[in-house]
Protein backbone atom coordinates (compact mmCIF):
# COMPACT_ATOMS: atom_id res chain seq x y z
CA UNK A 1 0.00 0.00 0.00
CA UNK A 2 1.08 3.74 -0.72
CA UNK A 3 0.17 6.30 1.77
CA UNK A 4 0.44 10.17 1.19
CA UNK A 5 1.06 12.14 4.62
CA UNK A 6 -2.59 12.84 4.72
CA UNK A 7 -5.27 9.96 3.81
CA UNK A 8 -9.16 9.18 4.42
CA UNK A 9 -9.49 6.29 6.98
CA UNK A 10 -12.11 4.85 8.79
CA UNK A 11 -12.83 3.63 12.79
CA UNK A 12 -15.94 1.12 12.20
CA UNK A 13 -15.16 -0.21 15.94
CA UNK A 14 -15.95 3.36 17.14
CA UNK A 15 -18.56 4.25 14.61
CA UNK A 16 -16.24 6.65 12.35
CA UNK A 17 -16.68 6.28 9.07
CA UNK A 18 -14.57 9.20 7.40
CA UNK A 19 -11.76 10.32 9.61
CA UNK A 20 -8.67 12.30 7.60
CA UNK A 21 -5.68 11.53 8.72
CA UNK A 22 -1.87 12.70 9.34
CA UNK A 23 0.41 10.13 8.76
CA UNK A 24 3.51 10.77 11.01
CA UNK A 25 6.22 8.33 11.12
CA UNK A 26 8.02 10.60 13.15
CA UNK A 27 5.27 10.03 16.22
CA UNK A 28 5.19 5.95 17.38
CA UNK A 29 1.63 5.58 18.13
CA UNK A 30 -1.27 7.00 16.55
CA UNK A 31 -3.77 9.55 18.07
CA UNK A 32 -7.38 10.22 18.11
CA UNK A 33 -9.42 14.03 19.10
CA UNK A 34 -11.38 13.42 21.83
CA UNK A 35 -12.98 15.61 24.07
CA UNK A 36 -14.85 14.84 27.62
CA UNK A 37 -12.87 11.86 28.30
CA UNK A 38 -14.08 9.77 31.29
CA UNK A 39 -13.55 6.14 32.60
CA UNK A 40 -15.90 4.00 34.09
CA UNK A 41 -16.83 0.41 34.34
CA UNK A 42 -15.11 -1.70 37.20
CA UNK A 43 -11.43 -1.77 38.45
CA UNK A 44 -10.52 -4.90 36.71
CA UNK A 45 -12.25 -3.98 33.08
CA UNK A 46 -11.74 -0.54 32.97
CA UNK A 47 -13.30 1.90 30.09
CA UNK A 48 -13.28 5.09 28.88
CA UNK A 49 -15.82 7.08 27.50
CA UNK A 50 -15.10 10.36 25.20
CA UNK A 51 -16.61 12.17 21.87
CA UNK A 52 -15.22 13.06 18.82
CA UNK A 53 -15.79 15.71 16.16
CA UNK A 54 -15.21 14.46 12.97
CA UNK A 55 -15.73 17.10 11.04
CA UNK A 56 -13.19 20.60 11.62
CA UNK A 57 -15.22 23.19 12.37
CA UNK A 58 -18.81 21.58 13.20
CA UNK A 59 -19.07 21.72 17.29
CA UNK A 60 -22.96 20.11 16.45
CA UNK A 61 -21.64 16.85 15.21
CA UNK A 62 -21.07 14.83 17.93
CA UNK A 63 -19.55 10.94 18.18
CA UNK A 64 -20.12 9.30 21.33
CA UNK A 65 -17.63 6.59 21.77
CA UNK A 66 -16.41 3.85 23.96
CA UNK A 67 -13.97 1.51 24.36
CA UNK A 68 -11.76 -0.76 26.73
CA UNK A 69 -8.47 0.74 28.27
CA UNK A 70 -5.56 -1.65 27.41
CA UNK A 71 -2.61 1.31 28.73
CA UNK A 72 -1.95 4.61 29.98
CA UNK A 73 0.91 5.90 28.40
CA UNK A 74 2.93 9.66 28.48
CA UNK A 75 3.19 11.09 25.25
CA UNK A 76 5.62 14.04 24.43
CA UNK A 77 4.52 16.01 21.57
CA UNK A 78 7.07 18.01 18.74
CA UNK A 79 6.96 20.63 21.31
CA UNK A 80 8.11 18.61 24.47
CA UNK A 81 5.39 18.57 26.28
CA UNK A 82 4.85 15.51 28.11
CA UNK A 83 0.60 14.42 28.60
CA UNK A 84 -0.50 10.95 29.92
CA UNK A 85 -2.80 9.78 27.55
CA UNK A 86 -5.27 6.24 27.70
CA UNK A 87 -4.94 3.96 25.25
CA UNK A 88 -7.50 2.20 23.20
CA UNK A 89 -6.98 -0.44 20.15
CA UNK A 90 -9.53 -0.02 17.39
CA UNK A 91 -9.50 -1.11 13.60
CA UNK A 92 -8.65 0.80 11.14
CA UNK A 93 -10.06 0.48 7.93
CA UNK A 94 -8.22 2.09 4.61
CA UNK A 95 -9.58 1.01 1.30
CA UNK A 96 -10.33 -2.47 1.66
CA UNK A 97 -7.75 -3.21 4.02
CA UNK A 98 -8.13 -3.45 8.05
CA UNK A 99 -5.90 -4.05 10.38
CA UNK A 100 -5.91 -3.37 14.71
CA UNK A 101 -3.96 -0.44 15.41
CA UNK A 102 -3.32 1.55 18.81
CA UNK A 103 -4.95 4.90 19.91
CA UNK A 104 -3.70 7.13 22.48
CA UNK A 105 -7.04 9.59 23.09
CA UNK A 106 -5.96 13.58 23.37
CA UNK A 107 -7.71 17.26 22.48
CA UNK A 108 -6.30 17.62 18.92
CA UNK A 109 -9.35 20.38 18.47
CA UNK A 110 -7.16 23.20 17.16
CA UNK A 111 -5.69 20.69 14.45
CA UNK A 112 -7.02 20.23 11.21
CA UNK A 113 -6.97 16.57 11.27
CA UNK A 114 -8.70 14.91 13.75
CA UNK A 115 -6.28 12.03 13.57
CA UNK A 116 -2.58 11.23 13.64
CA UNK A 117 -0.95 8.07 11.76
CA UNK A 118 2.05 6.65 14.09
CA UNK A 119 4.25 3.65 12.95
CA UNK A 120 2.75 1.32 14.53
CA UNK A 121 -0.28 2.02 12.43
CA UNK A 122 1.91 1.42 9.26
CA UNK A 123 2.25 -2.07 8.46
CA UNK A 124 5.90 -3.59 6.91
CA UNK A 125 3.97 -3.10 3.78
CA UNK A 126 2.88 0.22 3.37
CA UNK A 127 4.89 3.04 1.67
CA UNK A 128 5.06 6.59 2.47
CA UNK A 129 5.11 9.14 -0.45
CA UNK A 130 5.80 12.41 2.00
CA UNK A 131 4.94 14.77 -0.85
CA UNK A 132 1.61 12.87 -1.81
CA UNK A 133 -2.15 13.26 -0.59
CA UNK A 134 -4.54 10.37 -0.69
CA UNK A 135 -3.04 7.36 -2.38
CA UNK A 136 -5.79 5.56 -1.09
CA UNK A 137 -9.87 5.28 -1.98
CA UNK A 138 -10.87 8.61 -0.80
CA UNK A 139 -13.75 9.13 1.74
CA UNK A 140 -16.44 11.92 2.27
CA UNK A 141 -17.58 13.86 5.27
CA UNK A 142 -21.28 13.73 3.94
CA UNK A 143 -21.71 10.37 5.82
CA UNK A 144 -22.18 11.97 9.03
CA UNK A 145 -25.22 13.82 7.45
CA UNK A 146 -27.30 11.02 6.57
CA UNK A 147 -29.10 8.22 8.28
CA UNK A 148 -26.39 5.78 7.60
CA UNK A 149 -24.24 7.42 10.31
CA UNK A 150 -26.65 5.81 12.67
CA UNK A 151 -27.38 2.55 10.98
CA UNK A 152 -23.42 2.19 11.36
CA UNK A 153 -22.86 2.72 14.87
CA UNK A 154 -21.63 -0.49 16.69
CA UNK A 155 -23.28 -1.04 19.99
CA UNK A 156 -20.77 0.12 22.80
CA UNK A 157 -20.76 0.16 26.51
CA UNK A 158 -22.98 2.69 27.65
CA UNK A 159 -22.77 4.46 31.65
CA UNK A 160 -26.62 4.68 32.48
CA UNK A 161 -27.56 5.81 35.65
CA UNK A 162 -30.76 4.86 37.45
CA UNK A 163 -32.15 7.60 39.71
CA UNK A 164 -33.77 5.28 42.67
CA UNK A 165 -34.25 5.67 46.15
CA UNK A 166 -35.23 1.87 46.37
CA UNK A 167 -32.88 -1.38 46.08
CA UNK A 168 -36.15 -2.88 44.69
CA UNK A 169 -36.78 -6.02 42.27
CA UNK A 170 -37.00 -2.84 39.38
CA UNK A 171 -33.51 -1.47 40.19
CA UNK A 172 -32.11 -4.88 40.62
CA UNK A 173 -33.27 -5.84 37.53
CA UNK A 174 -32.35 -2.65 35.47
CA UNK A 175 -28.74 -3.28 37.14
CA UNK A 176 -28.56 -6.83 36.34
CA UNK A 177 -29.90 -6.65 32.53
CA UNK A 178 -27.38 -3.49 32.12
CA UNK A 179 -24.01 -5.27 33.37
CA UNK A 180 -25.16 -8.29 31.39
CA UNK A 181 -24.98 -6.64 28.38
CA UNK A 182 -21.44 -4.43 29.30
CA UNK A 183 -23.28 -1.41 30.29
CA UNK A 184 -21.57 0.40 33.73
CA UNK A 185 -25.17 1.19 35.42
CA UNK A 186 -24.80 3.48 38.83
CA UNK A 187 -27.63 3.70 41.37
CA UNK A 188 -28.14 7.30 42.51
CA UNK A 189 -30.24 8.24 45.49
CA UNK A 190 -32.55 10.81 43.96
CA UNK A 191 -32.78 12.71 47.34
CA UNK A 192 -28.58 13.03 47.85
CA UNK A 193 -28.33 14.68 44.36
CA UNK A 194 -27.73 18.10 44.45
CA UNK A 195 -27.58 20.90 41.55
CA UNK A 196 -25.34 23.92 40.43
CA UNK A 197 -27.55 25.55 38.37
CA UNK A 198 -26.01 28.37 35.63
CA UNK A 199 -26.25 28.84 32.13
CA UNK A 200 -22.31 27.96 31.17
CA UNK A 201 -21.94 24.48 32.82
CA UNK A 202 -25.14 22.74 34.83
CA UNK A 203 -24.05 19.98 37.31
CA UNK A 204 -25.23 17.91 38.90
CA UNK A 205 -23.20 16.48 42.43
CA UNK A 206 -23.85 13.47 44.66
CA UNK A 207 -21.94 13.14 47.86
CA UNK A 208 -19.82 15.94 47.43
CA UNK A 209 -18.64 14.69 43.54
CA UNK A 210 -19.66 16.16 40.00
CA UNK A 211 -21.52 13.28 38.53
CA UNK A 212 -19.97 12.26 35.49
CA UNK A 213 -21.76 12.60 31.98
CA UNK A 214 -24.10 9.38 31.44
CA UNK A 215 -25.59 8.35 28.20
CA UNK A 216 -28.79 7.87 29.45
CA UNK A 217 -30.71 8.10 32.89
CA UNK A 218 -33.66 6.29 33.66
CA UNK A 219 -35.63 8.01 36.54
CA UNK A 220 -37.44 5.90 39.23
CA UNK A 221 -38.69 9.01 41.01
CA UNK A 222 -40.78 8.08 43.73
CA UNK A 223 -44.40 9.77 44.64
CA UNK A 224 -43.13 11.46 47.82
CA UNK A 225 -40.25 13.57 46.31
CA UNK A 226 -41.65 14.14 42.96
CA UNK A 227 -40.83 17.86 42.84
CA UNK A 228 -37.41 17.60 44.08
CA UNK A 229 -36.93 14.75 41.73
CA UNK A 230 -38.52 16.24 38.81
CA UNK A 231 -35.83 19.32 39.56
CA UNK A 232 -33.30 16.57 39.54
CA UNK A 233 -33.93 15.32 36.46
CA UNK A 234 -34.50 18.33 34.36
CA UNK A 235 -30.86 19.24 35.46
CA UNK A 236 -30.04 16.22 33.31
CA UNK A 237 -31.75 17.05 30.37
CA UNK A 238 -30.30 20.67 30.81
CA UNK A 239 -26.96 18.97 30.57
CA UNK A 240 -28.12 17.12 27.38
CA UNK A 241 -28.38 13.93 28.81
CA UNK A 242 -31.04 11.21 27.09
CA UNK A 243 -33.44 10.47 30.27
CA UNK A 244 -35.96 8.01 29.27
CA UNK A 245 -38.91 9.63 31.50
CA UNK A 246 -38.64 13.51 30.87
CA UNK A 247 -39.36 15.85 33.90
CA UNK A 248 -42.49 17.25 32.21
CA UNK A 249 -43.96 13.80 31.21
CA UNK A 250 -43.12 12.76 34.98
CA UNK A 251 -44.88 16.02 37.03
CA UNK A 252 -47.82 15.94 34.20
CA UNK A 253 -48.64 12.11 35.29
CA UNK A 254 -48.16 12.66 38.89
CA UNK A 255 -50.97 14.99 38.90
CA UNK A 256 -54.17 13.20 38.83
CA UNK A 257 -55.84 16.23 37.73
CA UNK A 258 -53.63 17.66 35.46
CA UNK A 259 -53.41 14.11 33.63
CA UNK A 260 -57.07 13.49 33.31
CA UNK A 261 -56.99 17.40 31.74
CA UNK A 262 -54.32 16.19 29.24
CA UNK A 263 -55.83 12.77 28.57
CA UNK A 264 -59.48 14.73 28.26
CA UNK A 265 -57.65 17.10 25.70
CA UNK A 266 -56.38 14.47 23.44
CA UNK A 267 -59.57 12.72 22.90
CA UNK A 268 -58.50 9.72 25.06
CA UNK A 269 -61.40 7.58 27.25
CA UNK A 270 -61.18 7.71 30.19
CA UNK A 271 -64.13 7.28 33.35
CA UNK A 272 -66.22 10.71 33.24
CA UNK A 273 -64.21 12.86 35.99
CA UNK A 274 -65.10 16.26 38.10
CA UNK A 275 -63.03 18.21 40.40
CA UNK A 276 -64.05 20.83 42.76
CA UNK A 277 -62.83 23.01 44.75
CA UNK A 278 -66.00 24.42 47.13
CA UNK A 279 -67.77 22.66 49.46
CA UNK A 280 -71.04 23.80 48.20
CA UNK A 281 -70.90 22.30 44.93
CA UNK A 282 -70.47 18.71 46.46
CA UNK A 283 -73.84 17.35 44.83
CA UNK A 284 -73.32 18.99 41.32
CA UNK A 285 -69.97 17.47 40.85
CA UNK A 286 -71.33 13.93 41.93
CA UNK A 287 -74.28 14.82 39.21
CA UNK A 288 -71.07 15.60 36.81
CA UNK A 289 -70.06 12.25 36.72
CA UNK A 290 -73.17 10.06 36.71
CA UNK A 291 -75.24 8.25 39.68
CA UNK A 292 -73.37 6.29 42.46
CA UNK A 293 -71.58 4.04 42.91
CA UNK A 294 -68.66 6.73 42.09
CA UNK A 295 -64.96 6.51 43.31
CA UNK A 296 -63.51 9.02 45.24
CA UNK A 297 -59.99 9.51 44.52
CA UNK A 298 -56.98 11.32 46.38
CA UNK A 299 -54.98 13.48 43.39
CA UNK A 300 -51.98 11.94 45.44
CA UNK A 301 -52.84 8.77 46.08
CA UNK A 302 -50.66 5.67 44.79
CA UNK A 303 -50.75 1.79 44.99
CA UNK A 304 -54.84 2.32 45.14
CA UNK A 305 -54.43 3.83 48.72
CA UNK A 306 -56.20 6.72 48.70
CA UNK A 307 -59.14 5.40 46.58
CA UNK A 308 -62.41 4.91 47.89
CA UNK A 309 -65.69 3.47 46.45
CA UNK A 310 -69.17 4.63 47.23
CA UNK A 311 -72.22 2.69 47.02
CA UNK A 312 -74.86 5.31 47.28
CA UNK A 313 -75.19 8.74 46.75
CA UNK A 314 -75.21 9.36 50.94
CA UNK A 315 -71.88 7.49 51.12
CA UNK A 316 -69.88 9.68 48.02
CA UNK A 317 -71.33 12.90 50.05
CA UNK A 318 -70.04 11.46 53.52
CA UNK A 319 -66.25 10.33 51.95
CA UNK A 320 -66.21 14.19 50.06
CA UNK A 321 -67.01 15.80 53.02
CA UNK A 322 -64.06 13.79 55.29
CA UNK A 323 -61.75 14.35 52.03
CA UNK A 324 -62.27 17.99 52.73
CA UNK A 325 -62.28 18.19 56.42
CA UNK A 326 -58.48 16.75 55.85
CA UNK A 327 -58.30 19.50 53.10
CA UNK A 328 -56.98 17.09 50.80
CA UNK A 329 -57.28 17.20 46.83
CA UNK A 330 -59.69 14.71 45.43
CA UNK A 331 -61.70 14.20 42.17
CA UNK A 332 -64.35 11.89 41.48
CA UNK A 333 -65.06 9.35 38.69
CA UNK A 334 -67.32 6.83 37.34
CA UNK A 335 -67.21 3.05 38.43
CA UNK A 336 -67.19 1.14 35.76
CA UNK A 337 -69.52 -1.54 36.85
CA UNK A 338 -68.46 -4.10 33.47
CA UNK A 339 -64.68 -4.01 34.82
CA UNK A 340 -65.34 -6.26 37.62
CA UNK A 341 -62.58 -5.22 40.21
CA UNK A 342 -60.36 -5.62 36.96
CA UNK A 343 -57.77 -3.58 34.82
CA UNK A 344 -55.28 -4.22 32.11
CA UNK A 345 -51.44 -3.08 32.74
CA UNK A 346 -50.09 -2.10 29.37
CA UNK A 347 -46.18 -1.46 29.17
CA UNK A 348 -45.12 1.03 26.80
CA UNK A 349 -41.76 1.00 25.83
CA UNK A 350 -40.66 3.64 22.87
CA UNK A 351 -43.96 4.05 21.52
CA UNK A 352 -44.54 0.30 21.30
CA UNK A 353 -47.08 -1.71 23.73
CA UNK A 354 -44.14 -4.49 24.96
CA UNK A 355 -46.25 -6.88 27.16
CA UNK A 356 -49.67 -6.52 29.00
CA UNK A 357 -51.27 -8.42 32.32
CA UNK A 358 -54.78 -8.40 33.22
CA UNK A 359 -54.59 -7.57 36.80
CA UNK A 360 -57.61 -8.83 39.44
CA UNK A 361 -58.39 -7.55 42.85
CA UNK A 362 -58.97 -9.68 45.95
CA UNK A 363 -62.05 -10.94 46.75
CA UNK A 364 -64.59 -8.25 48.08
CA UNK A 365 -61.93 -5.17 46.58
CA UNK A 366 -62.45 -3.35 43.46
CA UNK A 367 -58.54 -2.25 43.36
CA UNK A 368 -56.83 -4.36 41.30
CA UNK A 369 -53.40 -3.33 42.41
CA UNK A 370 -50.52 -6.10 43.40
CA UNK A 371 -49.58 -4.44 46.48
CA UNK A 372 -53.08 -5.03 47.82
CA UNK A 373 -52.90 -8.46 46.94
CA UNK A 374 -54.14 -8.34 43.70
CA UNK A 375 -53.28 -10.74 41.22
CA UNK A 376 -51.61 -10.82 37.58
CA UNK A 377 -52.10 -12.85 34.46
CA UNK A 378 -50.77 -12.63 30.62
CA UNK A 379 -53.60 -11.26 28.69
CA UNK A 380 -54.19 -10.87 25.04
CA UNK A 381 -55.26 -7.19 24.08
CA UNK A 382 -57.68 -5.89 21.33
CA UNK A 383 -55.67 -3.40 18.91
CA UNK A 384 -58.07 -0.32 20.36
CA UNK A 385 -56.78 -0.75 23.61
CA UNK A 386 -53.07 -0.91 22.20
CA UNK A 387 -53.70 2.10 20.40
CA UNK A 388 -54.88 3.48 23.59
CA UNK A 389 -52.23 2.93 25.48
CA UNK A 390 -49.40 3.92 23.07
CA UNK A 391 -51.38 7.08 22.86
CA UNK A 392 -51.62 7.72 26.72
CA UNK A 393 -47.86 7.38 26.89
CA UNK A 394 -47.09 9.46 23.80
CA UNK A 395 -49.04 12.62 25.01
CA UNK A 396 -47.20 12.41 28.72
CA UNK A 397 -43.93 11.62 26.01
CA UNK A 398 -42.62 8.69 28.60
CA UNK A 399 -40.15 6.42 27.01
CA UNK A 400 -41.33 4.15 29.66
CA UNK A 401 -45.03 3.88 31.12
CA UNK A 402 -47.38 1.85 32.66
CA UNK A 403 -50.87 2.54 31.55
CA UNK A 404 -53.87 0.78 33.59
CA UNK A 405 -56.69 0.45 31.39
CA UNK A 406 -60.56 -0.55 32.18
CA UNK A 407 -62.68 -2.76 29.44
CA UNK A 408 -65.86 -0.54 29.83
CA UNK A 409 -68.99 -0.90 27.63
CA UNK A 410 -68.17 1.92 25.32
CA UNK A 411 -63.95 0.91 24.82
CA UNK A 412 -60.95 0.98 26.61
CA UNK A 413 -60.75 3.89 29.56
CA UNK A 414 -57.02 5.04 30.87
CA UNK A 415 -57.65 5.00 34.63
CA UNK A 416 -53.32 6.15 34.98
CA UNK A 417 -50.53 6.48 33.44
CA UNK A 418 -47.67 5.56 35.90
CA UNK A 419 -44.13 7.30 34.76
CA UNK A 420 -42.28 4.72 37.13
CA UNK A 421 -43.68 1.50 36.54
CA UNK A 422 -42.51 -2.11 38.33
CA UNK A 423 -40.94 -4.50 36.50
CA UNK A 424 -41.55 -7.54 38.86
CA UNK A 425 -45.24 -8.41 37.86
CA UNK A 426 -45.75 -7.49 34.21
CA UNK A 427 -41.97 -9.76 33.81
CA UNK A 428 -43.43 -12.64 35.46
CA UNK A 429 -46.59 -12.41 34.43
CA UNK A 430 -45.79 -12.15 30.49
CA UNK A 431 -42.43 -14.16 30.93
CA UNK A 432 -40.68 -11.08 28.87
CA UNK A 433 -37.65 -9.48 29.91
CA UNK A 434 -38.98 -5.86 29.87
CA UNK A 435 -35.58 -4.60 30.98
CA UNK A 436 -33.79 -5.72 28.23
CA UNK A 437 -36.27 -4.33 25.89
CA UNK A 438 -36.16 -1.33 27.97
CA UNK A 439 -32.24 -1.66 27.16
CA UNK A 440 -32.82 -2.32 23.48
CA UNK A 441 -34.81 1.43 22.95
CA UNK A 442 -31.71 3.39 25.03
CA UNK A 443 -29.10 1.77 22.63
CA UNK A 444 -31.16 2.90 20.01
CA UNK A 445 -31.69 6.46 21.09
CA UNK A 446 -28.20 6.93 21.90
CA UNK A 447 -26.94 6.08 18.27
CA UNK A 448 -25.76 9.15 17.06
CA UNK A 449 -27.87 11.41 14.97
CA UNK A 450 -27.08 13.13 10.94
CA UNK A 451 -26.31 16.89 11.37
CA UNK A 452 -27.29 18.96 8.50
CA UNK A 453 -25.66 20.11 5.84
CA UNK A 454 -24.74 23.70 6.22
CA UNK A 455 -25.99 25.90 3.17
CA UNK A 456 -23.29 27.55 1.07
CA UNK A 457 -23.32 31.54 1.58
CA UNK A 458 -23.28 33.42 -1.74
CA UNK A 459 -21.27 36.17 -2.50
CA UNK A 460 -22.49 39.80 -2.97
CA UNK A 461 -21.34 41.34 -5.90
Same mark, same amino acid.
Given at each position: ????????????D??????????????????????????????????V?????????????????????????????????????? /???????????????????T?????????LL??????????????????Q?????????????????P?????I??L?????Y???R %????????G?????????????????????????G????R??????????S????????????????T???????G????? #?????H????R???G???????N?????????????????????????????????????A??S????????K??? %????????????D??????????????????????F??????G????????????? #??A????? /??????A?? #??????????????????????I??A???N????????????????????????????
Amino acid at each position: MTFGWEEWVSLPDLGLPAIRAKVDTGARTSALHAADIEVFGSASKPRVRFAVYPIPGRDDLIIPCSAPIVDRRDVTSSNGETESRY /VISSRLSVGSKEWNIEITLTDRGTMSNRMLLGRQALKDHVNIVPSERFQQPELDFDVYHTPKVRSIAPNRALRIAVLSRENNYSTTR %LVEEGEKRGHSVEVIDTARCYMAINAMAPEVYYDGKRLPRYDAVIPRIGASITPYGTAVVRQFESIGTFVVNGSVGITSSR #DKLHAHQILARHRIGMPPTAFANSPKDTSNLIGLVGTAPLIVKLLESTQGKGVVLAETKKAAESVIDAFRGLKANF %LVQDFVKEAAGEDIRCLVVNGKVVASMKRTGVEGDFRSNLHRGGTAAKVRISKEER #DTAVRAAR /VFGLGLAGV #DLLRSNSGPKVLEVNSSPGLEGIEVASGKNIAGLLYDAIEEKVRPAPVPRRKATRKRA
